[in-house]
């Protein structure tokens, strides 16, 4: 198994950015291949990307296709995401999750392991 802890949530102007990170304990990280999602207030959890075991392959979601950046250090058991060019349709608390298929999958129901979530407001 493995424990999945989000931070570097927090309030920003439209046009900003924003640096989440999810670090992994327990179990390697290097094990999953992982992703971000997130949920908005009255709407389903939706993903945003999504990140090999490696690291060289990744996918993202349309909406954030260009804008964000998702990463990871498998020496630091840690995996990022960098929100730029914020908007407000992109306020939601954000969860990082781990897949233990070796595909990288933006489907929510692929992950087993989920983190609390953090919350980013993106304010207009």
């Known amino acids: 198994q493995v424990q999945l802890v989000e931070s570097g949530g927090g309030l920003v102007q439209a046009g900003g950015s924003l640096r989440l990170s999810c670090a992994a304990s327990g179990r390697t990280s290097s094990s999953y291949s992982m992703g971000w999602f997130r949920q908005a207030p009255g709407k389903e959890r939706e993903s945003v990307a999504a990140i090999s075991r490696g690291g060289g392959s990744k996918r993202y979601a349309d909406s954030v296709k260009g804008r964000f950046t998702i990463s990871r250090d498998n020496a630091k058991d840690t995996v990022y995401l960098q929100m730029n060019s914020l908007k407000s349709e992109d306020t939601a608390v954000y969860y990082c999750?781990?897949?233990?298929?070796?595909?990288?999958?933006?489907?929510?129901?692929?992950?087993?392991?989920w983190g609390q979530g953090t919350q980013v407001t993106v304010s207009s």
């Open positions: 999750a781990a897949s233990s298929d070796i595909n990288v999958r933006l489907g929510i129901t692929w992950y087993t392991y």
